[in-house]
């Protein structure tokens, strides 16, 4: 669900083209797997004293990419920030980070292998159909005019909040 919130948060304030669009979701979908994957394979050797490192992180840089797409709403541009190709690696970890912790939850041995890669895989096509499925409604939602005219502060806001929102729940 953090990938949808971020995917329709982008869909509304960042006047991506149906290219970044599809590429945020893939990003979202591969780092959900890999990060689940990982936590995974990581949850035999860490403790639960970590588990609330990934969500401050993922949120903290979430908060951050708001505040830049709020000032970025602010200045006229040809290319908006959430549009550059590195993006699409800094969200798609910021979003999954917080997989890591599940990872940690659903694997305890290191022979279950195959289960793992089935487990982790469905995550994250799930991840990548459910923010196709929020770019779609984000379309919707911005041929409204007011939040057209405001996309951007109200991605922006929209994405602060979300990412507040991880690192304090």
């Known amino acids: 669900m953090d990938a949808a919130g971020v995917s329709l948060s982008l869909g509304i304030g960042g006047n991506l083209k149906r290219k970044s669009k599809a590429l945020f979701a893939l990003s979202f979908g591969f780092f959900q797997f890999l990060c689940t994957f990982i936590g995974a394979y990581l949850g035999v050797l860490f403790s639960e004293h970590f588990v609330a490192i990934p969500c401050i992180i993922g949120g903290m840089i979430i908060s951050t990419v708001g505040v830049f797409m709020i000032k970025d709403g602010m200045q006229e541009k040809e290319q908006p920030l959430v549009d550059k190709p590195q993006m699409y ?44 499925l929020a770019f779609i409604l984000a379309e919707k939602i911005k041929s409204i005019s007011f939040i057209a005219k405001y996309a951007d502060y109200i991605g922006g806001i929209i994405l602060f909040l979300f990412g507040m929102k991880m690192i304090f729940s």
């Not at 800094?90 to 997989?99: M, N, Q, T, Y």
């Not at 940690?104 to 159909?129: A, C, D, E, P, S």
């Open 89 to 132: 690696f800094i969200l798609g970890i910021s979003v999954s980070v917080d997989a890591l912790v599940v990872g940690f939850t659903i694997f305890q041995n290191l022979r279950q292998i195959k289960l793992l890669l089935w487990n982790t895989g469905v995550i994250g096509v799930i991840t990548l159909v459910i923010s196709i």
